[in-house]
């Protein structure tokens, strides 16, 4: 019985452990912007090292501050589609429609949309 007890305190203090560092690193957090950072850049570089949580973090909350950037938006469907989220990327793939439709930016949206839910008809080609 002392190996269990063992065991589950050396759990517990692992989650404690996690969960605090979870917490310290988002009281932590400075916005790139205010960093003089491009939020789009930092994403993209958290993305090319395969860091897709926090790329996420960094273009949504960049999008908070300025929900019309579409740099931002496509970067975050890029994230989205690394991260294989398919509900996010349909979404977020219906809001930007309208504004890339007939750019190339649109044919690698569709595809990568084709990939992650081929069901939706958004992705189909027309």
Known sequence: MDVFTALASSLALMLVYYSLRQFWR???????VQRGI???GEAEVFLAYGRTREAVRVLKDSLKDDPDNLHAKVALLRAYSSARDSKAYVSLARD???QVQGQPVWHTIRENGRALAPQEPLFSKR
């Open 96 to 98: 930007v429609h309208p």
């Open 26 to 32: 988002h009281l932590r957090y400075i916005k790139p």
């Open 38 to 40: 491009d939020p789009v």
